[in-house]
T-cell receptor, first 113, second 117 residues
Framework: AQTVTQSQPEMSVQEAETVTLSCTYD???????LFWYKQPPSRQMILVIR??????QNATENRFSVNFQKAAKSFSLKISDSQLGDAAMYFC??????????FGKGTRLHILP | GAVVSQHPSWVICKSGTSVKIECRSL??????MFWYRQFPKQSLMLMAT?????????EQGVEKDKFLINHASLTLSTLTVTSAHPEDSSFYIC?????????????FGPGTRLTVT
């Protein structure tokens, strides 16, 4: 079975600085999707970034980018120029072949003004 | 973009009663929807897969007789918590997948907070 591990329960970063959230996963599949979701206090899940495993290139979305290391099964999220609105819970997630999303335990990100 | 709605957003019920939560895909059809449960300060745990026109499939450890799922149309799935108890109090979230392999995404509803007294 697939597992997703986030080893940082909480992190803090100064506004305008850069922060990296870690995620590792375990799977026997060769093709899959990985995601980072943001859950603000409203609890609405928001997709931050998506990575297809067959793509070598790391995904980027504006200030958000990932470091995808397939062999190491590592999928970290880098947030550049952190903003107060980035404060939220961040979940790393894996999509299984039957479309199920398996979530990590999450990392709560605090932005310090 | 695609939107998934849930109703109600918050419900309080008495122990022993049943409560129904609706999940709707507003501008797309969803043959499959997923139901998650989230306890305070915890992650989302997949409860079941809702399949339009057929029985739902439940994750290990989820009581299918307690959490009844009905996917009666391509835009509506319902979760009924039967004989609710205080330990069923939680945040319930549904999701629906959409898109091509290039644009694949799961859209999440805003969630339903269930409080059982």
């Amino acid at each position: 079975a697939q597992t997703v591990t986030q080893s940082q329960p909480e992190m803090s970063v100064q506004e305008a600085e850069t922060v990296t959230l870690s995620c590792t996963y375990d799977t026997s599949e060769s093709d899959y999707y990985l995601f980072w979701y943001k859950q603000p206090p409203s609890r609405q899940m928001i997709l931050v970034i998506r990575q297809e495993a067959y793509k070598q290139q790391n995904a980027t979305e504006n200030r958000f980018s990932v470091n995808f290391q397939k062999a190491a099964k590592s999928f970290s999220l880098k947030i550049s120029d952190s903003q107060l609105g980035d404060a939220a819970m961040y979940f790393c997630a894996y999509r299984t072949r039957d479309d199920k999303i398996i979530f990590g335990k999450g990392t709560r990100l605090h932005i310090l003004p | 973009g695609a939107v998934v709605s849930q109703h109600p957003s918050w419900v309080i019920c008495k122990s022993g009663t049943s409560v129904k939560i609706e999940c709707r895909s507003l501008d797309f059809q969803a043959t499959t929807m997923f139901w998650y449960r989230q306890f305070p300060k915890q992650s989302l745990m997949l409860m079941a897969t809702s399949n339009e026109g057929s029985k739902a499939t439940y994750e290990q450890g989820v009581e299918k007789d307690k959490f009844l799922i009905n996917h009666a149309s391509l835009t509506l799935s319902t979760l009924t918590v039967t004989s609710a108890h205080p330990e069923d109090s939680s945040f319930y979230i549904c999701s629906a997948p959409i898109g091509t392999p290039e644009t694949y995404e799961q859209y999440f509803g805003p969630g339903t907070r269930l409080t059982v007294t």
